[in-house]
């Protein structure tokens, strides 16, 4: 083989894997909607069902280790999960991020009881606009949003700390500028997610299990964001029972 035939042969190789990518990448992307969709489904659903059994809500809320249990399994499910994606077959991260989906519906189920349903309707409508919009703009953005991630995680870090601090001084005023903190610091994350999201998946070869669990991750992450987005933004515009 001559020289003039093997670049032919690898621009042809090359032209082989980036068509694979291009099929690959809609497919991932997808996944990664309908992961984060079926999530909140299964979150909302739960928060539902157990905001209507008070033995469940007593349960929960009347009982500290049981309360602190499920806060602590949360957390062990989301480091397991990112931590251990490689380790973990696919079958098995789908089924901890649906039990993580499942436990913060029983955590988030007060929400039914301390807010007005149609409040609470309109805050979720509002989230999903604003996730919406962000991620499109994350999504399609020209523009390098690699340097908000650090920006983001320290602001992020900032909040927590600052919200404990806020347990003891219990400040309305200050749970409300913490609140506006909150909606800017996960309206940047979903941008900044989406955008890394797309830039990961573009990089899969196929969409065999481990592009698969990059998509799990992404679909992990936009969760979150959307979450604790209408958490935030219910702080701000919830009416209370």
Known sequence: MNYQDYELKEYASANERLWEASKAFPVLMRKVY???????????FTAYGVATSPGLMQAIYTNPILFWGLI??????????????????L?????????????????????????TAS????????????????????????????SWGKILLMALIGLIIATV?????????FDM?????GVLIF????????????????????????????ALLGALS??????????YLLRIFGKRD
């Open 222 to 231: 936009l969760y979150l964001d959307f979450i604790n987005l209408f958490l």
């Open 72 to 89: 602590i399994a949360e957390f062990a499910l989301v480091i397991g999960v990112s931590a251990a994606i490689n380790k973990l077959s």
């Open 34 to 44: 309908v992961w984060m969709t079926l999530a909140l489904a299964i979150t909302g």
């Open 165 to 173: 601090v806020n347990v003891f001084i219990k400040s309305t005023m």
């Open 177 to 181: 500028i913490l609140s506006y903190v």
């Open 119 to 146: 409040s609470s309707s309109t805050v979720f409508f509002i989230t999903a606009g604003t996730f919406a919009a962000m991620a499109f703009i994350g999504y399609t953005t020209k523009t390098d949003l690699s």
């Open 187 to 214: 309206v940047g994350l979903t941008a900044y997610d989406s955008q890394k999201i797309k830039q990961m998946l573009l990089q899969a070869p196929d969409a065999g299990e481990s592009a698969q669990k990059v």
């Open 91 to 115: 079958t098995t991260a789908t089924l901890m991020f649906i039990l993580y989906s499942v436990i913060n519906g029983a955590l988030l189920s007060y929400i039914f009881i301390q807010y």
